[in-house]
């Protein structure tokens, strides 16, 4: 689906990504971890085709991700950001409605309108239609984020790979919402979507990941696939941090305390 | 719209007005003075007021959408002041010109130098804006004050090496008014401008994506940067033409859309046309009372929008203010 080979990137003299490589495949759920600065999100912007590359390549479907029309890209990928200021104020629904935008020339179709509501009632945000987006809380603003990239991201089929990129999308929700969130991310990887999401909860990270890729000063210096333990010496070497390991008894999982 | 025709120096009745069409439908000539101040006066006056306001109303709101700021206006960043100057350049070498030179290129020269000016000071503005990383609001308007300056003293340049008539036109034609309204003017003008508007409704689903931000609205489809030239270039089309026949009228482009916004929202396909409609209606009210008040004498009617304009916005700022700080549910 994606294949990042030996990408660099570097603003001036600084190094923000160093000679990563990564595949992601189709249906895989992927977390990128690491330090603040450690690259994660410069890494994911690449992937998403906002930045270039300084060196190397980035293939999404065995094509230069730089060589994809705009309009062609959105409709094959989705991107949560972290941060949203808008300039001008705007209903929730119509803030879910410009993930459908690529998809109509005038005004939207049923299909269109149908799809908006769903994403709205799968993270639960219907009651929210009407408000104004300013007014919202931090929360509430990233469901209603989520749901404008899962409008956007629209129906999905095996055949059809889409590709979901999502930069710390919890990072205002509460427990019972981050589940939902991730949950719902992880639903489409069953129609073949991937999902590279950058998360900061290690427990999190091991409860939905397939893999985990850990990025220390723009390098990916540990690679953790579901089948493996994590270990006290790699949260050592990543986070800088003395953790505890535990087995989550009747779980194959680990949970990790610090 | 009728009052507008009606009322005058010279008053007209709905009895002239029927009888001119039918005598111009006719293929004859007015019957008398009424007509004529009717055909040939009036109605051309009235429509390139109407045009021009939602010419500059519907400016506003592009700009806006593309500067992401609600107090952008093509008074403020330059375009206006560009035009002007491109137009009073014109004004001074013209009558350097021979005559013939100065009929057949006349109409045409000053809205293309007013757009080569108005298209050469926004661009400005913009790239020196965008050169500041984050693009606020300070420094564009900071550098929206300098580019303005620069185009008001090439103006006043003009204005100085002018002889005598040029000078007063120029000085009139900064203030804004519609009193040399002619038929050649209207048809140019409202040619560009319905270009501009069928373009622009074609943008307005772009325009909502870019609310998020540049990059943002590019993960979501929109190409930002070929929106952005491609609207900066109509716009600035659109305005100088404007600009370049009936001179500078601030504050439609920001009053406006912030009217309109309060009223209706911010969503572009709604704001357009709205926009568009009350622009042409409040311009042609200010019209209207730049000529009734000392009449039979003009009030250049950038006065009269300026007036009435500034303290409205003061009071929208101040009502937008306190919304926010509630963060109001609906505004």
């Not at chain 1, 060196?55 to 949203?84: C, D, M, P, W």
């Not at chain 1, 709205?120 to 009651?127: A, F």
């Not at chain 1, 929360?139 to 710390?168: F, H, N, P």
Request: charged content about 15%; overall charge positive.
């Amino acid at each position: 689906m994606i294949d990042v080979k030996q990408v660099s990137f570097s603003i001036k003299k600084s190094v923000l990504v160093k000679e990563v490589s990564i595949r992601v495949l189709p249906g895989e759920f992927v977390v990128i971890m690491g330090a603040n600065g450690a690259g994660k999100s410069t890494l994911l912007k690449m992937m998403a085709g906002s930045l270039h590359p300084s060196e190397g390549t980035i293939l999404f479907k065995e094509k230069n991700i730089s060589g994809y029309k705009v309009e062609e890209l959105a409709k094959q990928r989705a991107v949560l950001s972290q941060h949203y200021h808008i300039s001008f104020p705007m209903s929730a629904r119509e803030m879910v409605m410009i993930g459908r935008y690529p998809y109509f020339t005038n005004q939207p179709h049923a299909a269109d309108e149908a799809m908006v509501d769903d994403a709205m009632q799968r993270m639960q945000v219907s009651t929210l239609s009407n408000r104004q987006y300013h007014s919202l809380s931090g929360g509430e603003a990233q469901k209603i984020q989520m749901c404008r990239v899962l409008a956007q991201m629209g129906y999905t089929s095996e055949t059809q790979q889409k590709l979901l990129l999502l930069d710390e999308p919890v990072s205002h929700l509460d427990i019972k919402y981050q589940h939902q969130l991730l949950n719902e991310a992880k639903s489409l990887c069953q129609k073949n979507v991937a999902v590279i999401a950058v998360l900061h909860d290690i427990n999190l990270a091991l409860k939905y990941a397939d893999k985990i890729f850990f990025m220390k000063q723009g390098s990916v210096i540990h690679t953790l696939s579901k089948e493996e333990k994590i270990t006290i010496g790699l949260l050592k070497d990543v986070f800088d941090v003395e953790a505890n390991v535990f087995n989550i008894p009747g779980q194959s999982g680990n949970f990790v305390s610090y | 719209m009728l009052c507008a025709i009606a009322f005058g120096a010279v008053s007209i009745t709905g009895g002239d007005i029927l009888s001119s069409f039918t005598h111009w439908m006719a293929g004859k000539k007015s019957a008398n003075i009424y007509e004529a101040v009717f055909l040939q006066i009036r109605l051309p006056r009235v429509l390139l007021c109407m045009i021009t306001g939602a010419v500059l109303s519907v400016s506003g709101v592009l700009m806006q959408g593309l500067f992401r700021n609600p107090i952008v206006e093509p008074g403020l960043i330059g375009t206006s002041a560009g035009a002007a100057f491109g137009a009073s350049f014109v004004f001074v070498l013209s009558a350097g010109m021979n005559k013939e030179i100065q009929q057949f290129a006349g109409p045409l020269l000053v809205p293309l130098f007013a757009f080569g000016g108005g298209l050469l000071a926004t661009y400005t503005v913009y790239v020196l804006a965008k050169g500041t990383k984050r693009m606020d609001v300070t420094t564009l308007l900071l550098i929206g004050i300098a580019v303005n300056a620069v185009g008001l003293s090439g103006t006043g340049f003009m204005s100085y090496i002018a002889r005598d008539p040029q000078a007063r036109s120029i000085t009139f034609w900064n203030l804004g008014t519609f009193s040399g309204a002619t038929w050649i003017q209207v048809w140019i003008t409202g040619a560009v401008a319905a270009f501009v508007f069928w373009i622009s409704l074609r943008y307005a689903k772009q325009l909502n994506t870019l609310v998020l931000g540049e990059e943002e609205a590019n993960y979501a489809g929109v190409d930002t940067e070929r929106l952005k030239r491609k609207i900066m270039l109509y716009n600035t089309a659109m305005v100088s033409v404007a600009t370049a026949f009936v001179g500078v009228i601030s504050f439609m482009g920001l009053i406006v859309p912030h009217v309109m916004r309060l009223l209706i929202g911010s969503d572009h396909k709604k704001l357009l046309p709205a926009s568009m409609i009350m622009g042409a209606l409040l311009l042609t009210l200010a019209d209207m009372g730049a000529r009734l008040i000392l009449a039979p004498a003009e009030i250049p009617i950038g006065i009269i929008t300026s007036l009435v304009g500034a303290p409205v916005f003061i009071m929208l700022l101040k009502r937008t203010n306190i919304l926010h700080t509630k963060g109001g549910d609906d505004d």
